[in-house]
């Protein structure tokens, strides 16, 4: 069981990136897929999260307008397209995988709701 992280980077004030999260050994499709970031000296936070393809996602505050999970379970894949970049967002960026157990599932926000976890992609935002 496996998550890879991809597409950090150092980049400036209001440029975009993209992270990808391809998954492995599991069966993507049934799992919420979310990210989650830790910046240097902070605790690990939610960044956003989506369950299945047509549900609605949910972002954290700090970056919702800017960033969009989105999800291509043919390729196994979670992005997290991030725009407009600040240096707050600076941090490593982790996948994370819940499994969905019920028809309507609620996105969860805890990271201990989650079991599956990528090794992370550092993102430098500088000003």
């Known amino acids: 069981v496996q998550l890879q992280a991809s597409g950090g980077g150092s980049v400036q004030t209001g440029d975009a990136l993209r992270l990808s999260c391809v998954g492995s050994?599991?069966?993507?499709?049934?799992?919420?897929m979310a990210w989650f970031r830790q910046a240097p000296g902070k605790e690990r936070e939610f960044v956003a999260a989506?369950?299945?393809?047509?549900?609605?996602?949910e972002y954290a505050d700090s970056v919702k307008g800017r960033f969009t999970i989105s999800r291509d379970n043919a390729k196994n894949t979670v992005y997290l397209q991030m725009n407009n970049l600040e240096p707050e967002d600076t941090a490593v960026y982790y996948c994370?995988?819940?499994?969905?157990?019920?028809?309507?599932?609620?996105?969860?926000?805890?990271?201990?709701?989650?079991?599956?976890w990528g090794q992370g992609t550092q993102v430098t935002v500088s000003s």
């Open positions: 994370a995988g819940a499994p969905m157990r019920s028809v309507i599932y609620r996105i969860k926000r805890n990271e201990g709701e989650y079991d599956r």
């Open positions: 050994g599991f069966f993507f499709g049934s799992y919420a």
């Open positions: 989506k369950g299945r393809v047509n549900d609605q996602a």
